[in-house]
């Protein structure tokens, strides 16, 4: 079993959509976690953390369930400038900084 | 600007040609990696240093080996390059107390023929 696994997609949403993204990890050690975007062929960037009690970046907002090892994302009327592959992250839990990441979730959001 | 510096950012070879593929961070951050990313297997992590003069093996190190001479440098050595080696590659830096926080390098798009 992979460490973190997540729907690949694509998702193809419309301007103004709700789209939400779900990922599952499997090292219950694990005690940081986090929410990467990719943009086609470059550097991933950090989007948000991921807390316990769930937290909100305007459009964003990311949830962790740890008795079920879930970890979600939820953006809020799309844009098109959030077309982009969306990277669940998770750490390693005993290991510091080492980090597990999900092979991602594309979106495309259409006019 | 605060930035993680790779280079070259592409690269065509041929195998068994030694490279090495520079990263270099302005942030003064401890904790240094090397990942590459291939369709379908997302990041994979070959080697990370906690420190200079501190490296340890990631997942996927086999034909890789790295040096931490100075914070800043971490490069990525092929001593003997081979075609699976074909990846784009990625360097990141973190710093207590957000360690696990990673800031990327552009990457380096490695064509080994």
């Known amino acids: 079993r992979k460490e973190v696994e997540q729907d690949p997609g694509p998702f193809n949403v419309p301007e103004g959509a709700t789209v939400a993204f779900n990922c599952t990890y499997s090292?219950?050690?694990?005690?940081?976690f986090f929410w990467y975007r990719q943009d086609c062929r470059k550097e991933p960037k950090l989007l948000m953390s991921?807390?316990?009690s769930g937290n909100e970046d305007g459009r964003f907002t990311a949830q962790l369930n740890r008795a079920s090892q879930y970890i979600s994302l939820l953006i809020r009327d799309s844009k098109l400038s959030d077309s982009a592959t969306y990277l669940c992250v998770v750490d390693r839990g005993s290991t510091l900084g080492r980090l597990y990441f999900g092979r991602g979730t594309q979106l495309t959001v259409w006019p | 600007e605060a930035q993680v510096t790779q280079n070259p950012r592409y690269l065509i070879t041929v195998t068994g040609k030694k490279l090495t593929v520079t990263c270099s961070q302005n942030m003064n951050h401890e904790y240094m990696s090397w990942y590459r990313q291939d369709p379908g297997l997302g990041l994979r992590q070959i080697y990370y240093?906690?420190?200079?003069?501190?490296?340890d093996k990631g997942d996927v190190p086999e034909g890789y080996k790295v040096s931490r001479k100075e914070k800043r440098n971490f490069p990525l050595i092929l001593e003997s390059p081979s075609p699976n080696q074909t990846s784009l590659y990625f360097c990141?830096?973190?710093?207590?107390?957000?360690?696990?926080?990673?800031?990327f390098g552009q990457g380096t798009r490695l064509t080994v023929v």
């Open positions: 991921v807390y316990s």
């Open positions: 090292n219950s050690a694990s005690q940081s």
């Open positions: 240093s906690m420190n200079v003069e501190v490296t």
């Open positions: 990141a830096s973190s710093a207590p107390p957000e360690i696990r926080v990673a800031f």
